[in-house]
């Protein structure tokens, strides 16, 4: 399970590092924009458009996609207890597992209250 | 500043952020958004963005030393995890509908408590809890355990769990709220409150870190929280800082550093709620 968890950060970090080079060397001379929140200028906000995206190279888009193999490490630690639970036929620990793998898919599909 | 400079300025700010991090055992996130936002001027909703995914990139990427040791607590984990992440989906949720100004005074004011907690908390050694019937639902849960000691396996049962159970989702709920990790809450509870013993604590909740930003992730990047071109420094300069704060651990001057990481704070979150107020 240690070894999912460092090939996952490796890749998400692969991914971020090359798409990092790739907006620097397109974007590094234009001014920032950080100063002022606008839900209307972000673009990859969706797993679609950012998949889209990085298969096209798109330099903001490979850095989101390892963003997203970054965050589904912790899932993947739940989905392993999930897994090590049932092994153990231990029904009660598997639904918890179940029902915070819920909350997750809730969240990460960009669902709020 | 062009966006090279501010790229850099990120990453050494990061890599400091992690360095210090992962030295002290405190989060980099209460030091990555007062940094992002008092020193550079960025907007609070991205830097919570940033913040909460460099949580996580720690959270793993430490994660894989802590489970050998077999001081995590799965079941514990597992259980409180239930509250942690519904706690976190209420926090973004609030996060999306609340104006910057609101988080960030949000944001110093926690601040300002963590230090009041750590100075008055180190003293204080919380009174036995109890007889045994405050172990009823840890017994019946299975949520007992053992940890490892030179003299062998030590036994122990939880305390309070209904009590941890709550102080987890108000952990999660900040979390999701202001990108943070909530470790020191998570091992605040339990720690204290759960009677958990310490490394069993501080493993258990660096398992239950990530999984409960993982939660909000989702939220922060449907709402444009997540800015690539400003996470992607931040993420990188995190990882890199603790792993060079991991190396320099042994001979480190801990107690040192927590004293003066705390003053950081403690001017951090009084900046922090001056900006949000507009003094």
Redesign the interface.
Known sequence: MGIVLRVGVVMATVLVAAGGIAYLIEHGDRATHYHSFALAAASLTTPAAIVRGALALEPTALIALGLIVLVLTPVARVLFALLAFAEQRDRLYVIFSLIVLCVLFFGLTGHSL | ????D??LVVFAGSLFAGFLGSLTGLGGGVVIVPL?TVA???????AIGASL?SV??T???A???Y??EGFTN??V???L??AT??G???G??VA?RLP?AAIEVVFGAVLLISVYLTISLREQQAADAGPAACETLARR??LSGSYPTPAGEVDYVPRRVPLGFGIMAGAGALSGLLGIGSGAVKVLALDQAMRLPFKVSTTTSN?MI??T???????Y????F????????V??GV?AGSLVGARLLIGARVRLLRVVFALAILALGVEMIVAGLHL
């Open positions: 500043m062009s966006v090279l501010f790229t992002l550079l001027g960025v907007d609070v909703h991205y995914v996580i990139a959270s793993s990427g994660a894989a030393s489970l050998k799965m079941r984990g597992i259980f995890e239930v992440t519904s976190a989906i209420v973004a949720s999306t910057g849960l299975r398992f990530g999984v930003a993982a939660a909000s992730a989702g939220v990047l449907r709402r444009g997540i800015e690539p071109g400003l996470v992607m420094p993420m990188l990882l």
